[in-house]
């Protein structure tokens, strides 16, 4: 590998970056992005090497593309078109059902890797662009049996340099699951930050009680609309699932309060204690 | 001061003992707890100096309280019973109403100062104090002109040793206020939870996806249901209130998302995104 184009060089983008340098001292990154003041700022900060466009893209060995899930869908193609018999393309969508869909039938299906590295922080840009983000997390892989087996190589490389556990999962499976430990945690922090924003209208005090609890709680309502608004889209039916089991849980809570049925209301919360033991293997 | 007594030896107490062993090196600070197992492991840690007895604390020069607010209503009124003419009492509960009203005829009222420390973590017990907890952090302080002039100046002394911002509110206006950035907070994490455990039952892979997204939105729901049953039930009427409000939002988000309201759903978004700038203040 020599020639790596980034599109889109943001957090995740400009994270991948920073950490393929380590692969080969000969590497190129590239950078595309259809921001120009994030590229220059991206070449400012070293991540990338250089800007390019998507004509150059037939010089890639690899492109990996960390840009919103409804770019991604509708330029994937465009980009599989562009690149040579040889090139490995990537992607690290937060979806993966619409993804893989939109190049199922492409002739050069087997140069796509489609991949779900999950790591990331609220913040968003190159300056959010951390080394070592990814070290010890897990990628969700799909479809790995569509990819061309010496492109699954290079790609391992890359995660190998990464440092992340490698998981292989259907596209479906994915999307279901994802909704409930990342989707469904961004609406209830996004939710809890526009709830106590709108009383604090009326009480401008509210915000200096706030502790770290909140802050931990809500932290996640920092994330980028861009970003989420077509992963929300994409996985629409699924993050309605757990929308609604959320709000029903919710509902249930309530209502044991309203009916003072406080030893439910320890139950409920001695039973989610459990969620310690899940944590500790979380990093 | 001399003698300190701190009732109820966990992450709280304990942690108000760790910081206000600095104030004076011929402090004695004496613990008292209903569990003996807690007052044993206090002492192995030298948290505190040496059990006590509420028979005792009539030679306290301060009594500081970090129970449940059930047992701290319940309590409260026998201890100032208990202490003489010249002890400062204070507790630390997240309710603030119903602890006043305790009291508020009380001959010994003068002798009662009432205080959340807004500070804390998931844990809980001896093992989780910790010294330094509460730098920085707010301590509100309710119905301050009720508590004689002097005894309120013993417990600032207190503030300052352990670092603490002073906020001056009713208490009414602090249960309502604690209910939208603390008690809610708890709730949504708890039922985030719960959502995810009840899902992960048939989903066996699915925590193997969970990032540090996840792992902060969901982190309040390892909090001690033998503290916060009591204090839901304590602020009921406010707790109910930021729960219709926090359903209503997630309700019309899913609404938006069921009518393809793209527009709208990434408005909410950036919306709430005003919270980085108040987390900002927050440590």
Known sequence: ?????????????????????????????????????????????????????????????????????????????????LVNEDTLVM???????????????HPKRRNFLATHPIAGTEFSGPKAALEGLF??????????????FKLQERALAIFQ???????????????????????????????????????AKNECDIFDMAGSGFASTVRLAKSSPAMWTPIFKQNKTNVLETLDAYIQNLTNFKNHLESDNYEKIHDEMANTNYIKHILNGIQ
Chains 1, 2 share one sequence.
């Open 161 to 199: 340099i990464m440092g992340m556990r490698i998981r292989y999962m259907n596209p479906e499976a994915h999307d279901k699951h994802i909704a409930y430990v990342s989707h469904l945690s961004h609406i209830s922090a996004f939710m809890l930050g526009k709830t106590v924003i709108e009383k």
């Open 91 to 105: 992607e690290a969508g937060s979806t993966k059902a619409a993804i893989c869909k939109a190049v199922e039938n």
């Open 135 to 148: 070290q010890g997390k897990t990628n969700i892989i799909c479809e790995v049996e569509k990819t061309a």
């Open 1 to 81: 590998m020599k020639n790596i184009y980034i599109i889109g060089v943001g957090l995740i983008g400009g994270s991948i970056a920073k950490d393929i340098r380590h692969l080969n001292p000969d590497l190129i990154i590239y950078g595309i992005d259809s921001n120009n003041a994030h590229l220059d700022e991206a070449l400012t900060l070293k991540i990338i090497d250089a800007k390019a466009t998507f004509t150059d893209l037939k010089n890639a060995d690899a492109v990996i593309i960390a840009i919103p899930v409804d770019a991604t869908v509708s330029i994937l193609p465009n980009i599989l078109d």
